[in-house]
């Protein structure tokens, strides 16, 4: 359910982009502020699916703590390696613990 959800987006997001470059500058000014957040969406949506999901059912553990912790890190605008770090050493360490 999740993956068909996932690719009824994908495809969305893909007619979104056609229609733009079918209809050339007519609408975009309309729709430049809302192409701009199609991918971050899309791909937010990928990073939860994965963190959280294990078939059909809702898993939370260790890996939901280093996402969250890389967000934070993503959000202090923390170079790539620091954010990785920080998200590898998170999950590690709620692992070790529970």
Not at 11 to 25: E, I, R, T
Not at 38 to 47: C, D, N
Not at 79 to 88: D, G
Request: charged share 10%; net charge positive.
């Amino acid at each position: 359910m999740t993956w068909t959800a996932v690719l009824v987006i994908s495809g969305g997001a893909y007619l979104f982009k056609l229609v733009g470059v079918m209809a050339g500058n007519r609408f975009a000014v309309a729709l430049e502020p809302v192409a701009a957040l199609v991918p971050p969406a899309l791909f937010s949506a990928i990073i939860v699916i994965m963190t959280v999901a294990d078939g059909p059912s809702i898993v939370v553990d260790a890996r939901l703590v280093g996402v969250g912790l890389a967000a934070v890190a993503v959000w202090r605008r923390a170079p790539f390696i620091v954010v990785v770090v920080v998200a590898m050493a998170a999950t590690a360490l709620v692992r070790l613990l529970v």
